[in-house]
């Protein structure tokens, strides 16, 4: 969707991501072999820059049903350990190649059991791909670190079963648990027992709402199952009144800024599925200049064609923003990451704040 080409400030900028699914960043040259390899005959391209185009192209209909049929092809190549353990690792070199220093990368364990894999198995394979690509990441000079979190889906009932998978693996490179799929007709009180759950064992939990179904799926996903943070959360603005001379907050929106309750968004996928008309007029902008915990990802690198350093080029070029907001945005997204604050802000202190101080950007503050 967005070939732009990414200035060497942004490039360089150390990022953060806290919304990147697995299986939506696959390299398509990856998805032809491994289809080669496992007999997967059903790719709609066999042409790596045409699979690659087919993707964004299907992925941009303004439909989430139609963007995640999509994942199909995607998943299909993700059945073995050693698809598993590849892809992964590739995740962690494009990562680290596009400057990301921490990255949260999530996908739904029950999607990759058609092979006969256990879901243990599919975790274990996974990390395992990441901890490779980080040891080449760092010894090219790019350092990284990957964590997991694991996804159910919305339609199907495995969630409670996912969220213990999650607590399991919680010190071995999982470090929370999400709800995906299509949004309309699956609110998130359908997996209430999940969220209670990992509340009951001090576990994180995200939550996709707000991005194909408006206030109601942010409410439930807020005040009912208590999540952490919104994926997308992008609906919020729903409740944010810019009829008069300045934006006067709803009760719902207030909570969430007052709260400071992590957005994860995501706008090249967002124009994609239909949740906003333009990156000059994604919502992103105006609860950023309200002050909201905005963050900015990629969601599906593969099916939007982008990387965190597109998405914030693409931010720059429309929507104003500038280097000292994008600085923010990586801060923001490190404070609401689900790894041990300790962690966070030796991040923060040592790596984000003076590779932009390399930058030339004046000092931060609050
Ligand atoms: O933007 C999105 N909204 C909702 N679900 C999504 C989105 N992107 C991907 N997935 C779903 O999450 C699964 C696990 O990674 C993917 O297979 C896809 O079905
Ligand atoms: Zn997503």
Redesign the pocket.
């Given at each position: 969707m967005s070939d732009i080409a990414v200035s060497p400030e942004i490039a360089a900028a150390p990022k953060a991501l806290l919304h990147d699914?697995?299986?939506?960043g696959v390299r398509p040259q990856t998805i032809i072999e491994i289809s080669d390899e496992i007999g997967y005959t059903n790719l709609p391209r066999t042409d790596a820059a045409a699979l690659d185009q087919w993707f964004r192209e299907s992925a941009d209909s303004g439909s989430?049903v139609r963007?995640?049929e999509t994942?199909e092809h995607?998943?299909a190549v993700m059945q073995t350990p050693a698809g598993l353990h590849r892809v992964a690792k590739e995740c962690a070199l494009d990562l680290a190649a596009d400057g990301v220093v921490y990255a949260e990368s999530?996908?739904?364990p029950e999607?990759h059991v058609a092979g006969g894999l256990a879901m243990e198995e599919v975790v274990e394979a996974v990390n395992a791909g990441f901890r490779e690509g980080e040891t080449e990441a760092a010894a090219a000079g790019r350092p990284i670190q990957v964590r997991a979190l694991l996804?159910a889906?919305r339609h199907a009932a495995r969630s409670r079963e996912i969220a213990e998978l999650a607590a399991r693996y919680r010190d071995d490179g999982v470090v929370g648990f999400d709800i995906?799929?299509?949004?309309a007709g699956y609110p998130p009180t359908r997996h209430l027992d999940a969220f209670e759950y990992l509340q009951r064992e001090n576990a994180h939990f995200t939550i996709?709402a707000g991005?194909?179904f408006g206030l109601p799926s942010i409410w439930e996903a807020i005040q009912w199952c208590g999540a952490d943070r919104l994926?997308?959360g992008v609906r919020i603005v729903d409740d944010v009144d810019t009829s008069g001379d300045a934006p006067v907050l709803g009760r719902l929106a207030a909570y969430v800024r007052d709260a400071r309750i992590p957005l994860e968004m995501?706008p090249s996928?967002n124009l994609q599925?239909g949740a906003a008309a333009s990156y000059a007029e994604h919502p992103i902008t105006l609860l950023k200049d309200l002050r909201f915990r905005v963050t900015v990802n990629t969601?599906?690198r593969l099916m939007s064609g982008t990387t965190l350093g597109r998405e914030m080029q693409h931010l720059v070029d429309d929507a104003g923003w500038t280097l000292s907001d994008i600085r923010w945005a990586t801060i923001n997204a490190l404070k609401s990451a689900f790894i041990p604050y300790d962690v966070r802000l030796a991040l923060i202190e040592k790596v984000v704040k003076p590779g932009y101080v390399a930058l030339g950007v004046p000092a931060y503050t609050v």
């Open positions: 699914h697995l299986d939506g989430l963007y995640l994942f995607t998943v999530r996908y739904a999607q996804t889906m995906a799929g299509a949004e996709h991005e194909a994926g997308h995501c996928s599925t969601d599906n």
